[in-house]
């Protein structure tokens, strides 16, 4: 019965609440219920008022959440299922943040999406609900971008950089994940309907609240640790300096999972958080998928390439040549033995480069000596 006895606690403790966190850490769901339910006694902790008086109505309360579940094609997973991330398990062993910690109890899904398989290779794209064009865009690419190297973007369904994030994903034909702070049935924000029935047709839709429970501020807070500890990583585009998106980030850090930041305008104050972090060392900075991708991957990856920049004519000279060229000037003529000695090679070597400079037109005799030509602009 530990399913049930775990959709029970859910029922009557918020989730994360470090107090439920704690009692499960040395006892069995079933035995926290019996003693809420006021069945058995734990001598050695005490039970929150509050729990015992939802804990009063719990069977009415589990048959409504069980019929608006099954209208809504909902499913409730828990630890030891097939789909359930054992790497949400870290949340028992970090410090409560803003109030909240511990692992979920479980997890109410929507989509045709496997979590378990989703959250292997994950990455978190937040941000800025009222965000610029410039973050819009920028959030797009970089889903995208990881969504194409095939990583499952997760994100907080929200207005601004989340909803980008999650589009990104979709012009790859992705799968992709919300983490919602209200009830898996209901569409929050209710404009964002559309968006979320997309994401659970391809991928996802997560939440630990009851079907029908509306979102308020704290449960934004306590939603936020799930989408860290979900990912291998979190990014953060555009973030206010109290933004909420910084608490996504600092349960990142809390976790050990990558920590990263994409800049942007230093005037902006959207950018304020973001600047903030990178300063303070909590964020790396990035500014392609391709980064991204190498910070998640890391010890041990394939070193990424830098970007090659176009070879110019004078890169594609011999070295020998390229010194030679250095040797030379515009107004004042050279002879051999000057240029070898201001760029220290032989005379033989300066008179070979000299000759291959002279048939692609970019030095010219005069006399004895050696000039540039007035085409030998190819730096």
């Given at each position: 019965m530990t399913r049930q006895d775990r959709l029970g606690l859910s029922l009557v403790a918020e989730p994360?609440?470090?107090?439920?966190?704690?009692?499960?850490?040395?006892?069995?769901?079933?035995?926290?219920?019996?003693?809420?339910?006021?069945?058995?006694?734990?001598?050695?902790?005490?039970?929150?008022?509050?729990?015992?008086?939802?804990?009063?109505?719990?069977?009415?309360?589990?048959?409504?959440?069980?019929?608006?579940?099954?209208?809504?094609?909902?499913?409730?997973?828990?630890?030891?299922?097939?789909?359930?991330?054992?790497?949400?398990?870290?949340?028992?062993?970090?410090?409560?943040?803003?109030?909240?910690?511990?692992?979920?109890?479980?997890l109410w899904l929507r989509g045709v999406g496997d979590l378990g398989e989703m959250a292997e290779k994950s990455v978190a794209i937040v941000g800025a609900r009222e965000c610029t064009t410039y973050g819009a865009e920028c959030a797009s690419d970089l889903a995208a971008d990881c969504a194409d190297a095939g990583w499952t973007v997760i994100s907080g369904a929200a207005f601004g950089i989340d909803g980008c994030a999650h589009r990104g994903a979709f012009l790859m034909d992705a799968p992709t994940a919300g983490v919602l702070a209200c009830g898996a049935d209901l569409d929050y924000p209710k404009s964002h309907a559309a968006l979320i029935a997309r994401i659970a047709e391809v991928g996802v839709v997560i939440s630990e609240q009851a079907p029908g429970e509306k979102p308020i501020k704290n449960r934004f807070l306590s939603r936020n640790r799930l989408i860290a500890a979900l990912t291998q990583g979190t990014v953060v585009v555009e973030a206010r300096e109290r933004s909420g998106s910084l608490n996504?980030?600092?349960?990142?850090?809390?976790?050990?999972?990558?920590?990263?930041?994409?800049?942007?305008?230093?005037?902006?104050?959207?950018?304020?958080?973001?600047?903030?972090?990178?300063?303070?060392?909590?964020?790396?900075?990035?500014?392609?998928?391709?980064?991204?991708?190498?910070?998640?991957?890391?010890?041990?990856?394939?070193?990424?390439?830098?970007?090659?920049?176009?070879?110019?004519?004078?890169?594609?000279?011999?070295?020998?040549?390229?010194?030679?060229?250095?040797?030379?000037?515009?107004?004042?003529?050279?002879?051999?033995?000057?240029?070898?000695?201001?760029?220290?090679?032989?005379?033989?070597?300066?008179?070979?480069?000299l000759d291959l400079l002279e048939r692609r037109d970019l030095a010219i005799r005069a006399g004895t000596e050696w000039m540039l030509a007035r085409r030998a602009d190819v730096g």
């Open positions: 994360g609440d470090p107090r439920l966190r704690n009692l499960l850490l040395t006892h069995e769901p079933a035995e926290i219920l019996a003693a809420i339910l006021g069945r058995h006694r734990l001598t050695e902790a005490r039970i929150p008022e509050a729990w015992v008086e939802r804990g009063r109505t719990l069977d009415r309360t589990a048959g409504a959440v069980a019929a608006r579940a099954k209208a809504a094609g909902l499913r409730w997973v828990t630890p030891g299922d097939q789909e359930w991330p054992d790497a949400l398990s870290d949340l028992d062993h970090v410090e409560p943040v803003q109030g909240a910690t511990g692992a979920p109890v479980g996504t980030l600092n349960w990142a850090d809390q976790l050990g999972r990558a920590t990263m930041a994409l800049p942007g305008p230093v005037t902006s104050q959207l950018s304020a958080g973001v600047h903030a972090a990178i300063r303070a060392g909590k964020a790396v900075v990035v500014t392609t998928g391709r980064e991204i991708v190498a910070e998640l991957s890391g010890l041990g990856a394939a070193t990424e390439e830098p970007p090659s920049l176009p070879l110019t004519e004078f890169d594609r000279l011999p070295p020998a040549a390229r010194s030679t060229l250095d040797g030379l000037e515009w107004s004042t003529p050279r002879t051999v033995a000057e240029i070898a000695s201001a760029v220290r090679l032989s005379t033989r070597e300066v008179r070979a480069a």
